[in-house]
């Protein structure tokens, strides 16, 4: 687990610079604005894709403690779940990249499609190396994502490349579970581990796991595409504000949300070990985010626009309450993300996808239809939208602590239907 902590703090260190990076190489009035779109797009994508990963960490972790042993295959699904994407992503193209990335939308297109094909394997590999506690491995797949990402960026702004370059650099990381399945033997020899439900129930429950997941990835990192979505970008001077308030809310996320992004894994397996105790089990990563987004609203309040005037160019200037407010938002939305894990591992699906659907309806409410300005409305989606969440969530917990068949001393069968 040491290294999957030093993983995580080098991925949201890396993605801070890979920000700072894109802030100085690209255009602000046009080619930032889009960079960040696609960014958000692709990694909305990737977390919708990323409920592969949670229910398979899952099933292999669950099939572990108990020995069930289904006839579930991760990849073949991957494999049918990869058709899907690319039918999906080429309908998107036609219809969004127009818009949300005008300079080029049919390299968009291809892009995404490519990196969202490859994600799909990547997460399939990250959720059985976490079920199986495979953590160095693990570690090293979340940190080699990240780091080519980075290095490549620091090229791309050192050649002088601009916006297709960038939009590569969005999705090549996703290439990196090839990486570690040949250079690891012990990740190579769980490709064939066990899961404990069969292939109809697995599918099921990856199904609801994807739409609450990418629900949340909608809320989390497909943000500042909706900020873009909501603002036309007729206006020069409403396209700067996009790009300021959009890198602002990246950057404040990156020292909450990046890191528990990662470790989420590693909390499924914590709550399945302790359905019995779920609340005592909440109450740390609970008490650590709601902690750090405390002192992230301090330092940012207070250090925050320093570092925007000494780092960033004068366009993506956003004042201090403002990042601070930022920040501490990431601790609600980071408590959202631990309470629907908790939900999940209980397996409460329907209500983990319920709380994450209350979140993005009410946040996206908020900021399409706010009267308060883009920069309000943004602050008042980001808190409103997580509370709302997590109070559904709190209400699945409650009913599964009471309900007998949540039990985990009397685990479902393997080929049992998801609960709803």
């Known amino acids: 687990m040491r290294n999957l902590s030093l993983a995580t703090l080098f991925s949201a260190a890396a993605g801070f610079i890979l920000m700072w990076v894109a802030g100085w190489a690209l255009n602000p009035e046009t080619e930032l604005r889009y960079f960040i779109a696609f960014w ?52 998107l193209g036609v ?25 799909i394997f990547q997460a399939v590999l990250a959720g059985i190396l976490s079920g199986a506690n495979l953590w160095d491995e693990y570690a090293g797949l ?76 909608a809320l989390i990192t497909g943000f500042p595409t909706a900020i873009s979505a909501a603002v036309p970008d007729t206006d020069a001077a409403a396209s700067v504000l996009v790009g300021a308030i959009s890198n602002a809310i990246m950057l404040t996320r990156a020292p909450v949300l990046v890191p528990l992004q990662r470790f989420q894994s590693a909390l499924v397996v914590r709550f399945v070990r302790q359905r019995a105790h779920i609340y005592r089990a909440l109450a740390a990563p609970v008490g650590a985010v709601l902690g750090l987004g405390a002192v992230g609203f301090a330092a940012a ?51 983990y996808v319920a709380g994450w659907i209350a979140a993005s309806a009410v946040a996206f409410t908020i900021l399409f239809v706010g009267p308060w300005g883009v920069v309000a409305n943004v602050v008042v989606a980001l808190y409103l939208g997580p509370v709302a969440g997590a109070l559904v969530h709190a209400v699945g917990l409650r009913r599964a602590s009471r309900d007998p068949a949540g039990d985990p001393a009397a685990p479902a069968s393997p080929a049992a239907e998801p609960r709803k």
């Open 40 to 91: 958000g797009l692709f990694f909305a994508g990737t977390g919708l894709i990323d409920g592969i990963t949670h229910e398979t960490t899952r099933a292999v972790a669950a099939s572990r403690e108990t020995g069930a042993r289904g006839s579930a295959n991760p990849w073949r699904f991957a494999a049918r779940a990869a058709a899907l994407v690319v039918l999906a992503g080429v309908g």
């Open 95 to 119: 219809w969004a990249m127009r818009a949300l990335v005008p300079m080029s939308p049919g390299l968009a297109t291809s892009l995404l499609v490519f990196g969202l094909v490859s994600y």
């Open 301 to 351: 309040w207070l250090v925050g626009p320093w570092i925007l005037r000494a780092a960033f160019r004068p366009e993506l200037y956003v004042g201090g309450l403002t990042l601070g407010l930022l920040t501490f938002a990431s601790a609600f939305m980071g408590t959202l993300m631990v309470t629907g894990v908790a939900v999940l591992a209980m397996e409460r699906h329907g209500w």
């Open 142 to 217: 979340v940190a080699l994502d990240a780091g080519v990402r980075l290095a490549l960026a620091v090229v791309a702004w050192a050649l002088g490349w601009g916006l297709g370059a960038f939009l590569l650099i969005t999705v090549i990381g996703a290439a990196s579970w090839l990486v570690i399945l040949g250079a690891s033997p012990a990740a190579r020899g769980k490709i064939r581990v066990a899961l404990d439900v069969d292939k109809e129930a697995f599918m099921g429950r990856v199904a609801t796991a994807m739409v609450a997941s990418g629900a949340s990835a």
